[in-house]
């Protein structure tokens, strides 16, 4: 049975996409991904992978390129959750896309936004708790944490949010770092000092090096105030 081009570009695509820890080689995959669009416009697994690569590309770029990938990359997100409303990838990446459009303006400036992150992400925990290590958990959490209490933040919910990842996905040490951030904050400074110190004597994930090692560095920082 023939095969669509972009399965090709697909599997390409997923052997350079490095998750950030090499930029190069993401652009690589996103610019495979951005050519057999052209020609498979309505392919889902090209739209949901272009849009991921798309926010990873936006997380590193330099202040003034940051707008032109994340919007890319809401476009990519959408037409992936047109194409299969009910797959965890399109709501999740289209999530992640307007959620660094949003912190690009700023919280009073994006309420649109915040509604937008929170209802693709509501979506991707219902239909996939565990995608992407907890980060449905990870990103709604974040919500509850940064967002002003008249707009729906709470410490409360955000550590909440924020446990249950860390349950799901116990080697995700952005989450972990979430956790103990949000814990400091709330008053629980021995639970969050434990749960840093944890994290600084975890052994780094070999396919997430460069990733790991800045959380850690992190958690030492906060450590040592």
């Known amino acids: ?98 959620g660094g459009l949003g912190e690009i303006q700023g919280i009073w400036q994006a309420l649109q936004l915040v509604k937008q992150v929170r209802e693709s992400m509501e979506t991707a925990l219902r239909l996939q708790p565990d995608y992407e290590q907890g980060g449905p958990y990870r990103a709604l959490g974040e919500l509850a944490r940064q967002l002003p209490g008249v707009l729906g933040g709470s410490r409360k919910r955000a550590i909440g949010y924020f446990e249950q990842g860390v349950r799901i996905a116990p080697q995700n040490l952005g989450m972990r770092l979430a956790l103990a951030r949000t814990y400091l904050e709330a008053g629980q400074r021995e639970a969050g000092q434990r749960l840093l110190a944890d994290i600084v004597q975890t052994p780094v994930r070999p396919d997430r090096t460069q990733t790991d090692t800045r959380i850690q560095e992190k958690a030492r920082q906060l450590l040592s105030k």
């Open 1 to 98: 049975m023939a095969t669509s081009p972009g399965t090709d570009v697909i599997t390409a695509s997923d052997a350079l996409f490095s998750y950030g820890e090499d930029t190069a080689r993401d652009l690589q995959a996103l610019t495979l991904l951005t050519r057999a669009r052209v020609t498979e416009a309505t392919n889902y697994q090209l739209l949901w992978r272009a849009a991921r690569a798309y926010y990873y590309a936006g997380d590193h770029a330099s202040d003034r390129e940051k707008a032109y990938y994340f919007t890319r990359g809401v476009d990519a997100g959408q037409s992936a959750v047109a194409q299969q409303p009910e797959s965890v990838e399109g709501h999740f990446w289209l999530g992640a896309n307007y």
